[in-house]
Nanobody, 121 residues
Framework: QVQFVESGGGLVQPGGSLRLSCAVSGSRFSQYSMAWYRQAPGMQRDLVARISRGGTTTNYSDSDSVKGRFTISRDNAKNTVFLQMDSLKPEDTGVYYC????????????WGQGIQVTVSS
């Protein structure tokens, strides 16, 4: 069973930064494209950013213009994926999850506990 250890969230003012981390165990991590997902209050869980197996290709959601503000990266030696979030906006608020990129297959279940990110003054 795949397990996730997610960390790095919290309360931040608009314009601030956070760095999320997600360590994955129980999978051949380097063989999977990975992604970060966000679930805003009352909304479905949406993909925010994805990264290829080797980390050379990244893509970002067009919604909320995260491109240019968020940076996804990974360390395959540590089975960890990161999300650097800069210039945060209140609409970035939500619970963030990491998982494999569902473009290429079903997500690992159960999902992790998620990381609460709250952007508020």
């Amino acid at each position: 069973q795949v397990q996730f250890v997610e960390s790095g969230g919290g309360l931040v003012q608009p314009g601030g930064s956070l760095r999320l981390s997600c360590a994955v165990s129980g999978s051949r991590f380097s063989q999977y494209s990975m992604a970060w997902y966000r679930q805003a209050p009352g909304m479905q869980r949406d993909l925010v950013a994805r990264i290829s197996r080797g980390g050379t290709t990244t893509n970002y959601s067009d919604s909320d213009s995260v491109k240019g503000r968020f940076t996804i990266s990974r360390d395959n030696a540590k089975n960890t994926v990161f999300l650097q979030m800069d210039s945060l906006k209140p609409e970035d608020t939500g619970v963030y999850y990491c998982n494999r990129d569902i473009t290429y297959g079903s997500p690992w279940t159960p999902w992790g506990q998620g990381i609460q990110v709250t952007v508020s003054s």
